[in-house]
Structures are given as structure tokens and as C-alpha cells.
């Protein structure tokens, strides 16, 4: 049999072993045929083979990033102001005034990234500045985490909220003392513009998602979960978009689908029965417990050190997320949830032990997501349960560390952003960015993983968190492979297994960790076939 493809290179990471080898991968058709010495290429090599001599540089699996959101990542990334580098509120209006400029015929001016605990003036800016620098065009601008919107006066004119509207289910119109809408919407309360900020026609969610798949490649992400991303923004959502791909053989990742868990389970078993390829499968279904640490709303187990008058809440009640819970695990369904206080994750085993007890234990590979802050006590309950737990490492960079300090209190400190904590008690994890509320780089991930540098990128936080490279990378390809079920498909460079390979322009193995940041993508293969290439200088044929 002659081969399609063969990449040599003296640095393969199989994800098998802690450490790269020299090793030939030989691909044929979707599958990768063989791997073995690089005296054992001749047989392979036909008239058509390519060969791509790697040399030193390292060679991986494909990245799956086991949760992200798909069209909010090209709506955030492509289409949005950023707002992540703005020092004040002042600063943040006027670059949206700057992009309003250069866009005369976008009807909504979206922004991303903003962080009002970054600034000097902390507390949440309103309406009228925006209203000073833009009157005429609505303005939709949402927080660094995706969970709280700011918006202008003709944004709130749009939507038909007043001073009379009431607060949605989990969210908050913030009023000024005479009961008008301040322009700060938290958590489904944003569904109230973005319902008009948010609608896209199919042409618009097909230039979007082929932007994202042009993306993901490039950066050599070859598998996702496409998780369901909240009442705010649910709006954002283009699985017509993704079928009709995926019919079309454009799909050059492959997504999987967490639609929400809500109880519609005639709903979800539709989506399984639609999405079933090799490239496009509905994986499980996703909702969330609680919030985030900076809107208070993360649930906790004790009240916020700063704002003691609460310990933040749930989505949905203890009794309606058990109801969802038990009823979807008994169907056989895997379950995500949001969880990133204490409080949550606790409640989050809690639902998954109840489920297991009444509808017995399987290998349900139920995760809970984010895990910023937990007890000790839940640690060891994940491994007793099969619950995953799954992190974004640069999640902990993404603002400044006194976002979470300054809520806690000091015996909390040691359980902020646990990592290694995960990987010592036995536990299989699948590693991921949250795309859009980071950037997809897979490299971020892996830095600070390895590193724990906060943003500065020269503090170190909770460094009895680091892990080795080779536990990283195994995250990031195996771990999430295996929490889709998928294991024995992709997540390793093995015989049999389908071509996902990436080549690096370097061996992360043999630089500094902070060149890490810098390392590009040269080659994406995704089964078998090329979907994105650097250049062709270490190809030969």
C-alpha cells in the first residue's frame, strides 16, 4: 500500500509517551496507516506520496479544544470592537466611536473584551457616556467573560426597555435611583438586545463559521465542542449553517454539539438523530449553575468577602436542575455544566451523585466546566464519581489575580484555578479556551498550564498547579478526544487511528517555556487531507 502522506520528523508526540520520538506517521485515505522508524518509510512511498520532512520541529495529534462557541467566536473576532486593552471607560467609548467610524453600515456596533475591575474608576460605567461618542447607532458591549453587557440608549430603545421592564429569569437591568435603566444588563438580561444584535441571516452565519474554520485550522485546532453558551446569547447559533457544510464536505473541524439541557429531551433526541457524522455529532447536552466571581454571580459556599450580602445564586433552581439532570443521564445523555464557584461545583457533583443513585452508575463522563473556585472536601469526589473536570488554563491570566482575591477569602486562595490538583488525584482531563472570551491559540493554553503565569506574564500564581508539557499537550489532544468518547478514533498519532496531525514550527520540548507563546502552526491535516499550510519549506517529495 503506498501512503498519501508521510511526515518524518526526530520529534513526534504520539501522546502514548511523556517525551517526543523520532518517528514516521504514513497516512492513506482519512487514516493514519502506520507509525514506525523512518527506516521503515521506503515501503510507503509511491509516484503521489508527499513526503514532509519535519526534521526537529514537533509533531502532535490535532488540538481539540473541548469547549468553545463557534459563532460568537467569529461574531467576537471578526466582527467586533475590541476592548480588551482599554484603560477606562472613556478610553473604551472612544474605540468604539473609532470603529463606528470606519464601519458606516454596521447596523449594531458590538464590542468584546472590556474590564471594568482593570480600571482605575471599578465601578460599572452607563449608558451616557456611550451616548456622548454614539446616540445615533445602537451599541452592544460585552464583558471580558461574556456574562454582563453595556449598552447605549438607543440600544435600550431598540429592545423596549424602560424603567417598567422587569428583570428576566437569572439576569439584572441595573437601575439609577430613579428606576431607569443604567446600560449594564447581567447575565439574561443581555438577551434582551442581543435578541436584535444577533440577527444574522444564513449568508452571514456562512461567512462566519467558514472564517472560524479558516481560523482554527491555521492555529492547528482540528476538533472542538461547540457548548451551548447561555440565555444571553442565545441568539448565536448556526447548526443549519454547520449541516450544510458538513453535507458540502467543507467541514474542515470537527464540532461537536452540547445544545442546552432545559428538560426537552424530544429536542435533544432530534439533535442526535440529525447530527451523527464523523465531523459533525450532537456529544451531550450543556446549561449552566451558576456565573462569574466579577458579576457576583458565581454561587458560592460563603458570601463574597466584598459584598457579604450574598453568596451569589443559581441559574435554576437545586430542584429543576435535578429534574433535567436525572432525566437526561437516564436517557443516556452526557451533561456540561458551568460551574466556577464553589458552591456550583459542589452542587454540580451533588446532581451527577443523586442521577447515578437512582438511575445507576455508568461511564456517563458527565464534566463540569471552568472550576475556578472549589472545596477541598470535592476534590476527591470527582474521580470517586467519573465526573471530569475540565479547565481553561489561561483562564487564570485572563484578568488581573484581585478579581478573585479580593471575593474570597485567604483559605480560599490555595483553590483558586486548581490544575494539577486534577491530574494528581487520577483524573482524565479535557483541556480548552472558552473561545471567544480568550483567544483559540492553543499555545496560550499550554503556556500557562506549564508555567501558571498570571497576566502579567511574570508573577507566578499557585505554582503547585504546574504540569509538565507532556500532561498539557496529552489535555488538550487525548483528554478531550476521550470526553466526546472518542478516544479510540483521534486525541493520539496511533495505527488505525483518523489522520489528525499537526507540525509545529519548533519542539516545545527543547525551548524556553516562554518561547511557547511564540510557536506557529506549519501544517493541519484533519483525515488526511491538508487544510491549512504555512509554507512549503519543509516539504519535500
Known sequence: ??????????????????????????????????????????????????????????????????????????????????????????????????????????????????????????????????????????????????????????????????????????????????????????????????????????????EMLQLFLDHATSLGVTSVNDLYMSRAHEQLEGYSVYKEFDEKDQLTVRIHLYPPLNGNLEKAKEFKETFTSPRLKMSGLKQFIDGVVTGYTAYMLDPYKDKPETNGETGFSKEQLQEWVTAADKEGYQIKFHTIGDGAVRLGLDLYESAQNENGKRDSRHTLEHIEVISPDDIPRFKELGVMPSVQPYHMALMPRESHTERVTEEKFPYLYPNATFFNEGNIMPYSSDYPIIPLNPMLGLYHAVTRKDYTLEETWNEQEKISLAQALRAYTYGSAYSVFRENEIGTLEKGKLADVVVLDRNLFSVPEKEILDAKVELTIVDGQVVYEQSSETVSS
Request: glycine letters at 6%; charged letters at 30%; zero cysteines.
Open 1 to 206: 500500500m503506498k501512503a498519501d502522506i508521510i511526515i518524518q520528523s526526530d520529534s513526534v508526540f504520539t501522546g502514548l509517551k511523556d517525551h517526543p520520538e523520532p518517528l514516521t506517521i504514513v497516512i492513506k485515505d482519512n487514516k493514519i496507516i502506520d507509525v514506525d522508524t523512518h527506516d521503515a518509510l521506503e515501503k510507503y512511498v509511491g509516484e503521489e506520496t508527499r513526503i514532509v520532512n519535519a526534521k526537529d520541529k514537533l509533531v502532535i495529534p490535532g488540538f481539540f479544544d473541548s469547549h468553545i462557541h463557534v459563532m460568537a467566536g467569529s461574531l467576537f473576532n471578526h466582527y467586533a470592537v475590541p476592548l480588551s486593552e482599554a484603560v477606562s471607560a472613556e478610553d473604551a467609548a472612544e474605540k468604539v466611536k473609532a470603529y463606528a467610524d470606519k464601519h458606516p453600515d454596521a447596523e449594531w456596533i458590538i464590542g468584546t473584551g472590556w474590564d471594568s475591575t482593570a480600571w482605575d474608576d471599578k465601578d460599572f460605567p452607563d449608558r451616557y457616556l456611550l451616548d456622548q461618542y454614539l446616540p445615533d447607532r445602537p451599541v452592544f458591549l460585552i464583558q471580558a467573560e461574556g456574562h454582563y453587557g453595556w449598552v447605549n440608549s438607543k440600544a435600550i430603545e431598540i429592545a423596549g426597555i424602560t424603567k417598567d421592564t422587569a428583570n428576566p429569569d437569572y439576569g439584572t437591568i441595573y437601575k439609577d435611583e430613579d428606576g431607569e435603566p443604567t446600560g449594564i444588563l447581567i447575565e439574561s438580561a443581555m438577551s434582551l438586545v442581543g435578541k436584535y444584535a444577533y440577527d444574522f441571516s444564513n449568508e452571514q452565519r456562512r
